[in-house]
């Protein structure tokens, strides 16, 4: 089982970047797919969710309408679309899964840089 992000960079505050996630080695049709961040010496923060097989869409208060989750299941993909960018956004993040009804993630990606200059 493997999820692999990439896409991750620097870039103005202001600014744009997506990342993506690419899942693979089992069937994620029960798991829900999220984007979890992590700053040195902080606790990682969930950032936003989206169920493999369904519709809604969860984001932490701090990126909503900023953010925009998605996926492409033919491709096994999910994405994080994240515009008007700024330095608190600064942080690794990484793509994880977890089974319908779990609360913490238990399958995670490595984790990509996002460096957002001001």
């Known amino acids: 089982v493997q999820l692999q992000a990439f896409g991750g960079g620097w870039v103005q505050a202001g600014g744009s970047l997506k990342l993506s996630c690419a899942a693979s080695g089992r069937a994620f049709s029960l798991y829900n797919m999220g984007w979890v961040r992590q700053v040195p010496g902080k606790e990682r923060e969930h950032v936003a969710t989206?169920?493999?097989?369904?519709?809604?869409?969860w984001y932490v208060d701090s990126v909503k309408g900023r953010f925009t989750i998605s996926k492409d299941t033919r491709k096994n993909m999910v994405f994080l679309q994240m515009n008007s960018l700024t330095s608190e956004d600064t942080a690794v993040y990484y793509c994880?899964?977890?089974?319908?009804?779990?609360?913490?993630?238990?399958?995670w990606g490595q984790g990509t840089q996002v460096t957002v200059s001001s």
């Open positions: 989206i169920p493999w097989s369904g519709n809604w869409k």
């Open positions: 994880a899964a977890k089974r319908r009804g779990e609360h913490e993630f238990e399958i």
